[in-house]
């Protein structure tokens, strides 16, 4: 198992920026990729960004490319997601996700084996 836990949510202007952290606790950290989706209200989640075990790799939709960084650090068992240059249609809750199997990054939620409980981003315009 393991648990995940973010944090670093809020309000803030267009143009802001946020810096999202998911902590985990449990199974051994590096053993998982790890994703950030979002949902806003009345839509289904939709990826976001995607990071490798190592941190060697990482993919992000299009849509934040260039504004959003995804990092992590294995000595913390934590996930960043940077987000600069935010927009409003950038507001949904955000969620990090752990990916059990090494290989090839998904974006698909159904491919994560476990959810943190998600953090709720607000761009105004």
């Known amino acids: 198992q393991v648990q995940l836990v973010e944090s670093g949510g809020g309000l803030v202007q267009a143009g802001g920026s946020l810096r999202l952290s998911c902590a985990a606790s449990?199974?051994?950290?590096?053993?998982?990729?790890m994703g950030w989706f979002r949902q806003a209200p009345g839509k289904e989640r939709e990826f976001v960004a995607v990071i490798s075990w190592s941190g060697g790799s990482t993919y992000y939709t299009d849509s934040v490319k260039g504004r959003f960084t995804i990092s992590r650090d294995n000595a913390k068992n934590t996930v960043y997601l940077q987000m600069n240059s935010l927009k409003p249609e950038d507001t949904a809750v955000y969620y990090c996700?752990?990916?059990?199997?090494?290989?090839?990054?998904?974006?698909?939620?159904?491919?994560?084996?476990?959810w943190g409980q998600g953090t709720q981003v607000t761009v105004s315009s």
């Open positions: 449990g199974r051994t950290f590096s053993n998982y990729a």
């Open positions: 996700a752990a990916d059990r199997t090494r290989g090839v990054l998904t974006t698909f939620p159904h491919d994560y084996d476990y």
